[in-house]
């Protein structure tokens, strides 16, 4: 296993030298994304200024305060707590994001699925999964809320993140046919095989 810190943005040839059980961590720039932003950009061809070429994006809709805009809050957003939200939900839109967009790292919670892991190995791109519970330690990684786009979904917006020592953040799925996911799923059943053969019960 090892550790990669990347600045984003990154090339294809960096995400597909990630393998499941490497750590990464994130410098630079980030992008917020969730449901409600999905639907607007893919079923309702909405379009982005943002540049997602070679980018992490995060599952997350955040908490934020409006301020007046100034030097610290350019985009007059103030962070309040940005955590992650459970990643499934959004499956449907992971080939798109990337051939559309090119992004290359989705971050999120509870993994993602064959779609994905598929969209992953042919396009080349990763998951990196977040733990529940930790959305104070990352809004601690989160410099800056730097702009925003599509800001009537708010607080689903499209939002551009300045960040620095983003991680460590396990890769979960990678570009190889490899998920986390998977191979818990398949130790889970086989250790269940094993009790219930155990006791007779199969």
């Given at each position: ?28 720039t980030l ?83 064959e779609g ?87």
């Amino acid at each position: 296993m090892a550790h990669y810190d990347l600045t984003m943005p990154i090339t294809e040839e960096q995400v597909r030298a990630l393998r499941v059980g490497d750590t990464v961590t994130l410098q630079q720039t980030l992008y917020g994304i969730r449901d409600a932003t999905y639907i607007a950009m893919f079923d309702h061809q909405r379009k982005t200024r943002f540049d997602l070429n070679g980018h992490a994006v995060i599952h997350t809709a955040p908490n934020v305060r409006k301020v007046p805009v100034s030097e610290e809050y350019p985009a007059g957003y103030q962070s309040v707590c940005i955590g992650t939200t459970t990643s499934s939900r959004m499956e449907r839109f992971t080939r798109q994001l990337i051939e559309q967009y090119g992004v290359r790292i989705i971050i999120g919670k509870g993994g993602m699925h064959e779609g994905s892991k598929q969209a992953f190995k042919d396009l080349g791109g990763v998951y990196l999964g977040i733990v529940g519970g930790t959305a104070a330690l990352e809004t601690t990684w989160i410099e800056q809320i730097e702009d925003v786009d599509l800001d009537d979904l708010n607080p689903e917006s499209l939002w551009k993140f300045r960040i620095r020592d983003f991680g460590p953040l396990l890769v979960a799925m990678d570009s190889h046919d490899n998920s986390l996911y998977d191979e818990v799923n398949s130790e889970v059943q086989s250790r269940r095989d094993a009790v219930l053969a155990s006791l007779g019960a199969n």
